[in-house]
């Protein structure tokens, strides 16, 4: 692939550098949480690197071949609440939580809302998805009553939450004002 190149080296100019993280979205597409960290393949030499979510902040390079490693820049899809767990007490950066489901014609019509916010906040904050059908322990543990519902976590904890569907923009601007003032 030939985005693949442009991350083989860190020094490569700035520009080429936007199409080797596009490159890079396109490859990770299967990124998978578990419960010690996202497992991603290298764009470079295609080998699966876990990337544990307490240096989720930080660069991470390929075990093989020494290439940087981007973070997550899609939402991750939890599969159960051990990982979730596992994610939000040890994740280096904040998370934000999309409680949705497939029956809920807002949550679908806000999916790529997340992707454009997972994308523009890739190493800043991680998005994950919770299928409140499929892990239905996390929603009734965090009173989900309507769905989307929008959950900030940081250092391991809720700091707040917001129902209903909102645009890329306006999910970047709840999240960064509770990043700023945690309503506590
Ligand atoms: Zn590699």
Request: include cysteine; charge should be positive.
């Amino acid at each position: 692939m030939r985005t693949s190149h442009y991350c083989s080296s860190r020094n490569e100019h700035r520009f080429r550098h936007v199409h080797c993280v596009i490159g890079l979205r396109i490859r990770m597409a299967a990124s998978k949480p578990d419960r010690t960290g996202v497992l991603v393949t290298c764009p470079s030499c295609g080998k699966t690197n876990r990337l544990r979510y307490s240096t989720l902040g930080s660069t991470v390079r390929c075990g093989a071949c020494k290439t940087p490693l981007s973070p997550p820049a899609e939402p991750l899809e939890v599969p159960d609440a051990a990982t979730f767990d596992a994610l939000i007490s040890s994740s280096s950066v904040p998370v934000v939580v999309d409680f949705w489901a497939p029956w809920c014609g807002p949550c679908r019509m806000m999916a790529p809302e997340l992707e454009k916010v997972a994308r523009s906040a890739a190493g800043e904050w991680l998005i994950v998805k919770v299928d409140t059908e499929t892990v239905p322990e996390l929603g009734e543990r965090y009173r989900i009553r309507s769905i989307p519902t929008l959950a900030i976590f940081k250092g391991g904890r809720q700091i707040h939450s917001a129902a209903g569907a909102r645009s890329a923009a306006d999910i970047r601007a709840l999240v960064e004002s509770n990043l700023r003032n945690p309503a506590a």
